[in-house]
């Protein structure tokens, strides 16, 4: 396994602590995965995750990948989102946020939670309705494809 960038140890320990915490492994592979998760920007698939971890160490089956996957929800290590186009994407949960996503060109853009608030409260006082605005993406079209840029 390769060294994880100075950056990226804090993150990583946490994932450890909180793996053991929960009484689970730490395994070669879910280092190598938080690893991925801690130094590849953007929000990725669990098959470019699982790419990304093969091209560390190839013996590593994708369906691995996927199940470490869930275990790292159920200890809100990750969080998942669905974009409105393709597969649900995977990034890190330490620091929350909203995602607007371009119908045209695909581009996602991470907004404050706060941008939602309205929402939230709105669907809690009148339908009784918990909105999470972290698991999915509101559908639109970007200033560049409107041509505001």
């Known amino acids: ?10 993150i990583i320990d946490a994932g450890i602590e ?10 070669t592979t879910k280092r190598l995965l938080l690893e991925v998760l801690s130094t590849t920007p953007g929000h990725l698939s669990s098959d470019e995750l699982a790419s990304l971890v093969q091209g ?22 990750v969080e998942h989102s669905h974009s409105g186009t393709g597969p649900a994407t995977y990034h ?13 060109c695909g581009s996602m853009i991470e907004v404050s ?3 939602f608030e309205d ?5 809690r006082q009148q339908h009784g309705f918990e909105v999470d ?6 559908l639109g079209v970007c200033a560049a494809c409107v041509g505001l840029t």
Not at 18 to 27: K, L, S
Not at 92 to 104: F, I, M, N, P, Y
């Open 56 to 77: 560390r160490n190839v013996e590593v089956a994708p369906s691995t990948i996927y199940r470490i996957l869930d275990e790292f929800e159920r200890l809100k290590l």
């Open 113 to 115: 939670p706060r941008l």
């Open 92 to 104: 890190l949960r330490s620091v929350a946020h909203g995602h607007l996503t371009c119908q045209r």
């Open 1 to 10: 396994m390769s060294k994880p960038e100075a950056g990226t140890a804090g």
């Open 133 to 138: 605005p972290h698991h999915f993406a509101v």
């Open 119 to 123: 929402l939230v409260t709105g669907a």
């Open 18 to 27: 909180a793996i053991r915490a929960a009484g689970g492994r730490v395994t």
